[in-house]
């Protein structure tokens, strides 16, 4: 029974981090919020389109924090990652497949 | 593989238990073997409770302008009887075979989740059942088993009968999603050694597929019909049109779950057929990466083709066309399983057992529905025909033609597993032939009505629109129908009292389950098999064919029995089972209650008292699962080496 | 808490770790999460539809600038919610890496940091539904704002929505309870890592979903 934990796939390795890098990573992602906060009190100032635009990628950024290093899915086993991936883009195929079908180019909706 | 040859010899199964029927063990069981057979057993009640219904429509359809129903039955027993057949017959009665097997196939002792799997089958017959209780209490859900919106609104459908169908089908779908957790976890984490990925029998691979897609799909339609609770319960609106909701969003939100919905019904069924041609053909199946691929394809297609559904709404050009290429695209996979089917039969030492014969009419009639399908796939043709008779022609050949007849193929293959007794062949064949025919003879017609405008879901007709001569003959041939499924009872039923004794391995099969006495044991394996191929049980029998990349064998079948010794099986006392428990069934009790109790929170039927009565159940419901959880955790508690406290 | 594991209790693993070389209970629970992020996008896409259509009707009537229905929900309580929950998802983790280290007081603090800033959460949003309630916005397809009545299903999509949230964090604190008081009792059990890491991932995951609703719903 060797082979046992070996085959399909090695076992789960987790990257053990310091408590100083947990701390780093909350500090960060703390840091985020701050600016995303800022960037809302501003938004009038540096345009619609540019609020957007910053604002996804510090919630990305905010959200990839999270899942990569306090859910510990970087350098976790590989069907964690599938078993949520797969998910997330479906969720994000629904999320704007409904957006635009309920938006005012193609929609029904208007 | 420790197996000991003996002469076959058998304790019959009805002897074995004589004496008062063992309730105990079977309501509080965690065995994934009998949770099977509840679910089988429960499926199969719902199945004639969804047929009597059926009946009575036809009756009512068989004559123009009959008065036999009155409109608001119709719609009640319509609603029911879809609702029954995909929710309470096909779905469990997949998860009950499933139950049974997969982890036989896979040289498991149980599910990964014992407990969590007897919680899924309470919940999902408390779902049931709160769903049938409904007819007693003022009128059963008549919005259509897609319960379209605004129809299901409370002005529309004032009857209680919408909540009871939101909250039944709520605990069915948390059975479901516990179900398919467990699933996922047992197929993917608890295999045998050497059992790898790519050795998986195909009805594994297609239980797996099925449980992904129950995960992925089943929350939009929670959180659809959460929103439509809200609706009827506080007047939320989400659906309400006049007040600034949206029809046609209940439309995406349940068709993003109904069409994986479909495959959730067709895929293990698949599976089941990937078993039985290659054992009846005496061949391996036909491109086996090809089947396992095709299924994860249909799984991903299946989620990007649900407004095929909607055509109807008018939803514009760049929708329509994208949807219906989208969904004739997912004909190609469904294909390719048809064409490896073929060629695993091709050239083939067929065997035609009842069981083969009913995967071949699956085939062939699934052949028929796939096509109707892909007409339908397209938009132009789509509008003449959606909401006639000629979908209703569709979905029954790919789900009595597919899901059903496939289902019986299993029913026909597995049952010496399960009861080890072989149901009467002479008597399946007849009953086959029965089925095929008068299928076909109810459903056929279908097609022609339909293209002449017949629309569904009315409950009566005038004379002389060209559909009476094809309504009478569809309900002829659903009477004939029924009796092919009576036919099919005495036969277990007689079966199981003198059926011929089944051997382990009746068939001569190539996949671990076979390896067992008949029924097995609760621990299944004496010992965790190693497997080193596609088909260990042919391995061990036929070693000059063994390996992954031979052919199978094509001597007569085996008359070996393996049978464990009363050594081994003495030995086998050191295996540790979770032990017995009544908090699953507790637990769902409780939910049961609960739900009953919200249907009528917000309810003026009889004022304060009404109210009051429900916050009761509501309140007791909540004490049943806190207890339940409660002797959840003690159970574990004594299960576990780390917590008891002798450790 | 459901799972055995005897069928592989021969080959002399430790419980649990299967065929894949992974923990099954984790694999369920990362499954789980699977499903719930469908969940959660439905409830939040729906919310974007009719907020979107809400806002078209104003704009089209010229009262978007004062009746914007997002003028009930400041910015600062939100803030400060966020910024709990976040702080809470630091504290799991480092109470797992207190597990995992065997700091038995250490985690206990963190632990009940955490037990603590998810319980502020909630109160936090108790808060802002009854302040929301008084201002106006109610689970009903219109809302009052100074005085006049605006036809929106802004309400019930939010109330549905961050409800769902706030119930899956009462969930998560009453898991996180049980934790604390299993682990406590049995300190020596080898199964505390895991369970520890299991509450940690769905505690994570909220806070996950908080980060998606604070921007898409309270920022944009
Ligand atoms: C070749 C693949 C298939 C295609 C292209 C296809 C296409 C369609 C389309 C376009 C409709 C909508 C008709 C309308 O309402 O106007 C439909 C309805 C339906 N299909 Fe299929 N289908 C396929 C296979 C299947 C399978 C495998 C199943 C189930 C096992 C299935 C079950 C159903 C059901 C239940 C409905 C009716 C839903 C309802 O309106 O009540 N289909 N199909
Ligand atoms: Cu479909």
């Known amino acids: 029974m060797a082979e046992h934990a070996t085959h399909d796939q090695h076992a789960e390795a987790h ?27 501003v938004k009038d100032t540096i345009g619609h389109e540019l609020f957007l635009a910053i604002l996804f990628i510090l919630s990305i950024a905010k959200g990839a924090g999270v899942v990569m290093y306090f859910m510990h899915l970087r350098g976790d086993a590989r069907i964690f990652q599938l078993v949520f991936i797969v998910p997330f883009l479906l969720a994000v195929t629904l999320c704007l497949g409904f957006l635009t079908i309920f938006s005012h180019h193609v929609g029904i909706a208007g | 593989m420790a197996i000991a040859e003996q002469k076959l010899t058998s304790v019959s199964p009805a002897t074995a238990s004589s004496g008062s029927f063992p309730w105990r063990t079977w309501l509080a069981t965690v065995d994934h073997k009998k949770i099977g057979i509840i679910y089988i057993v429960s499926a199969f009640v719902f199945f004639l409770l969804g047929g009597i219904e059926a009946m009575l429509m036809r009756v009512q359809l068989g004559t123009p302008n009959n008065t036999f129903l009155s409109a608001d039955v119709y719609n009640q027993l319509f609603t029911m009887h879809a609702t029954t057949m995909i929710f309470l017959m096909v779905m469990p009665m997949n998860v009950g075979i499933g139950n049974y097997v997969v982890p036989l196939m896979i040289g498991a002792r149980d599910m990964a989740f014992p407990r969590l799997n007897a919680l899924s089958i309470w919940l999902f017959l408390g779902g ?49 999603i516990a179900g398919a957790l467990n699933f996922i976890v047992t197929v993917l984490n608890m295999r045998a050694p050497g059992m ?125 066309a994208f949807f219906a290429a989208a969904s004739m695209v997912i004909a190609i996979p469904t294909g390719v399983k048809i064409f490896n089917w073929i060629a695993t039969m091709w050239a083939g030492d067929v065997r035609l057992t009842t069981a083969m014969l009913y995967a071949i009419g699956f085939i062939s009639m699934f052949i028929i529905g796939g096509i109707s399908g892909i007409t339908l796939a397209s938009p132009p043709i ?266 | 808490m459901s799972a055995t594991s005897h069928a592989h209790d021969e080959a002399g693993q430790a419980p649990l770790v299967g065929s894949l070389g992974v923990d099954s209970r984790k694999l369920g629970l990362w499954a789980f999460i699977g499903s719930e992020t469908l969940f959660f996008t439905a409830l939040i896409t729906t919310h974007l539809i009719f907020y979107a259509r809400t806002k078209a009707d104003l704009a089209a009537k010229g009262m978007l ?83 006049e009545t605006v036809k929106s299903l802004f309400g019930v999509t939010f109330f549905v929505m961050t409800g769902f949230h706030g119930l899956h964090v009462t969930l998560g604190v009453v898991w996180l309870i049980a934790v604390y008081f299993k682990v406590r009792r049995f300190a020596a059990s080898p199964e505390n890592p895991m369970d520890v890491e299991l509450v940690g991932l769905y505690w994570h995951f909220v806070d996950l979903v908080w980060v998606a609703i604070f921007t898409l719903v309270y920022l944009i």
């Open chain 2, 196 to 320: 790898s990925i790519n050795r998986m029998p195909l009805f594994v691979w297609m239980n797996l597929v099925v449980s992904f897609i129950i995960i992925f799909a089943f929350p939009t339609f929670t959180v659809g019909s959460i929103q439509l609770l809200f609706d009827r319960q506080f007047g939320a609106a989400f659906f309400n049109p006049a007040q600034g909701g949206d029809a046609v969003l209940w439309q995406h939100l349940f068709w993003f779950f109904g069409h994986p919905e479909v495959y959730i019904l067709i895929l293990p069924v698949m599976g089941m057929i990937s078993e039985i041609l290659p054992v009846f053909s005496r061949k391996p199946i036909f491109g086996y990466s090809f089947v396992a691929f095709s299924g994860v394809g249909i799984g991903f297609l299946g989620f990007i083709v649900w407004a095929h559904h909607m055509f109807g709404v008018g939803m514009g050009p760049m929708a329509n």
């Open chain 1, 15 to 41: 990257e053990s981090h310091s408590t100083r890098f947990y701390w780093m990573i909350g500090a960060i992602l703390a840091v985020i919020t701050a600016v995303e906060v800022a960037i809302f009190l």
């Open chain 2, 382 to 647: 789509d509008l003449q025909q959606t909401d006639t008779y000629y979908v209703v022609a569709h979905l029954h050949y790919v789900l009595f033609g597919g899901s059903i007849l496939g289902l019986f193929a299993g029913a026909f293959y597995w049952f010496p597993k399960m009861t080890g007794r072989l149901l009467n062949e002479r008597i399946g064949k007849i009953q086959f032939w029965l089925m095929m025919i008068s299928f076909n003879i109810t459903f056929f017609p279908m097609h022609i009505v339909g293209t002449e405008g017949m629309p569904r879901r009315i409950y009566t007709y005038e004379a002389g629109m060209g559909w009476d001569m094809w309504n009478l003959i569809e309900t002829i041939g659903t009477f004939l129908l029924a009796f092919s499924v009576l036919i099919f009872i005495y036969n277990v039923l007689s079966s199981l009292r003198n059926g011929e004794v089944a051997s382990n391995d009746p068939w001569d099969a190539a996949t671990l389950e076979w390896t067992m006495p008949s029924p097995p044991p609760s621990y299944n394996f004496l010992h965790i098999p190693v497997v080193n191929s596609r088909r260990p049980l042919w391995d061990a029998k036929y070693p000059h064919a063994a390996g992954d990349d031979h052919h199978g064998p094509s001597s007569a079948p085996s008359q070996v029995r393996y049978e464990y010794t009363d050594e081994e099986t003495e030995g086998a006392k050191d295996i540790h089972m979770p032990s017995l428990t009544f908090s699953p069934m507790i637990f769902s009790g409780g939910l049961t209650v609960a739900s009953l109790g919200f249907i009528y929170i917000n309810k003026d039927i009889l004022g304060l008292p009404t109210r009051v009565a429900a916050l009761g159940f509501i309140l007791i419901g909540i004490v049943m699962v806190s207890i339940a959880i409660r002797g959840w955790i003690l159970d574990s508690r004594k299960d576990s080496p780390y917590l008891s406290q002798h450790h």
């Open chain 3, 65 to 147: 600038e004062h009746m914007d229905p997002k003028l009930y929900l400041g910015i600062d309580l939100t803030t400060i919610l966020a910024a709990i929950l976040l702080a809470s998802s630091l504290t799991m983790v480092l109470a797992l890496a207190a597990t995992k280290s065997k700091e038995w007081p250490k985690f206990r603090f963190w632990l009940l940091a955490t037990i603590v800033l998810g319980s502020a959460f909630v109160l936090g949003q108790v808060y802002e539904f009854t302040h929301l309630y008084h201002e106006g916005l109610k689970l009903a397809p219109q809302y009052v704002y100074e005085g």
């Open chain 2, 128 to 176: 049931g059942l709160l769903l049938y209780l409904s007819f007693l209490t003022g009128g059963a859900p008549n919005g259509g088993w897609f319960a379209y919106a605004p129809l299901t609104q409370v002005q529309y459908s004032p009857t209680a009968g919408m909540d009871y169908w939101i909250l039944g089908l709520g605990l069915t779908g948390i059975a479901s």
